[in-house]
């Protein structure tokens, strides 16, 4: 009965639009109530306790090494160097937004940021050199997901902190998924636009290319510095936050010499007012998240499951199936609150590595922001590049079967997270 009063209360309040926020606190105080324990002090002590947390500072960082990285220059030179590498080829914008996505994702970790700047970039360069303009946003879409995926990546912040689970490990376990997307991305991309008939751009000389590699020298060091410090231990996740805004900042400020005053005003406002909002979030669905344990729904939820529990792998596609559908109308970081935390003892039950579940959680979310009818991603993408909704939905779709399959291979050989994390570790 406790998981029904949850999950009524919740998607009811959600299903007469209520913001996130409001509807976790509703249904907090709703179990409360049906507990006999209604005190609005607890409410207020769990909300500060759970945003007083080290770790989601993080959170504010990221978010400005994001919005620095786009501000300073650091995104646009990213997309030059990949212009120099493949726009040659056949297809090659595409080519050059599959690779410009799979390096800004290993800087910002935010989807929409990316999505927002490769549509921004190379829509405009697509559409003048006629390219299917629906399909390249599409693909501008599904290159933005791989960002909470490959580390460093905001999600596994939330997802670790929602499900006590090891952030390090979930940024280690993740690079090998990420680059598996980005490579899926790449072989369908192939596929779609063998037919097109625009001109490929002329093939850059070396020397064009190593001046575009020496002006994003910059940038590309910075997933090296980030990466390579958390795995030998120089700084933590969160700490790694800091040292990529400061680096960006560096960076944009200094060498390119892109930031000013005014554009570093703007930056900070709109790293403050993201932040607000996810903290604010955050500390909602911990309020909710404290009284899921009180209730004991995660015990009553695995003797529901129980015959599954024998059988991980049908469980996970259980889970899977179970997020995709939420997250066709939450996005990532209330889907990642509300559920992490009653699913984990599930699958602590049934045996599974709370990392490697950690990882296809969140590439399946990933996968649900490119989905109608509310696709996140897919609303940023068609605001950016102006194209209409619908036609960006259509021509995200098969896209979304290749990430799918990527989905499946991780479901039914979990040692492709598994083997390469017991090594990094």
Not at 60 to 84: K, Q, W, Y
Not at 121 to 148: D, F, H, K, S, T
Not at 151 to 162: E, K, Q
């Amino acid at each position: 009965m406790t998981i029904l009063v949850f999950l009524g209360t919740l998607f009811a309040t959600l299903a007469i639009g209520v913001p996130v926020a409001f509807a976790l606190m509703a249904t907090g105080i709703v179990l409360m109530s049906y507990m006999g324990i209604f005190n609005t002090q607890i409410i207020a002590q769990q909300m500060i306790t759970g945003a007083n947390t080290f770790t989601l500072l993080a959170v504010p960082f990221f978010l400005l090494a994001g919005e620095l990285m786009n501000a300073g220059g650091l995104s646009r030179r990213i997309v030059d160097f990949a212009v120099t590498c493949c726009g040659h080829i056949k297809g090659g914008l595409g080519y050059v937004a599959v690779m410009a996505a799979i390096i800004m994702a290993s800087m910002s970790g935010s989807a929409a940021a990316d999505s927002a700047a490769l549509a921004a970039i190379l829509v405009p360069m697509m559409r003048e050199a006629g390219y299917n303009v629906p399909r390249a946003a599409g693909l501008m879409a599904a290159g933005g997901i791989v960002a909470p995926v490959l580390p460093p990546s905001l999600a596994y912040i939330i997802f670790g902190v929602a499900a006590n689970v090891s952030i390090t490990g979930l940024f280690l376990g993740g690079i090998v998924p990420g680059l598996m997307m980005g490579a899926a991305l790449a072989l369908m991309w192939g596929f779609v636009a063998r037919k097109e008939t625009v001109i490929p751009l002329p093939r850059r000389s070396g020397k064009d290319r190593l001046n575009a590699a020496g002006a994003a020298i910059w940038a590309l060091f910075m997933p090296v510095i980030i990466l390579a410090g958390i795995r030998f231990g120089i700084f933590t996740p969160t700490e790694a936050a800091v040292v990529a805004a400061v680096y960006a900042l560096f960076v944009g400020g200094v060498i390119y010499r892109e930031l000013t005053w005014q554009s570093l005003y703007r930056v900070f406002v709109n790293a403050s007012k993201t932040t607000a909002i996810v903290m604010f979030l955050v500390a909602s669905a911990l309020v909710t998240s404290w009284l899921i344990t009180s209730a004991n729904i995660p015990n009553d939820l695995i003797g529901l499951v129980e015959p599954l529990i024998e059988s991980p792998q049908l469980l996970m596609l259980g889970i899977v199936a179970l997020l995709l559908v939420v997250g066709m109308v939450l996005d990532l970081a209330p889907t990642i609150l509300i559920f992490a935390p009653v699913l984990m003892p599930v699958t602590r039950a049934a045996d599974i590595d709370p990392v490697y579940f950690g990882i296809i959680f969140v590439m399946t979310t990933c996968i649900s922001l490119i989905t109608p009818p509310v696709g996140v991603v897919l609303n940023v993408v068609s605001g950016v590049s102006r194209v209409p909704f619908g036609k960006v939905a259509q021509g995200v779709l098969p896209f979304i079967a290749s990430q799918l399959f990527v989905l499946a291979l991780l479901l039914i050989f979990p040692q492709i997270v598994l083997a390469p994390l017991a090594w990094m570790r």
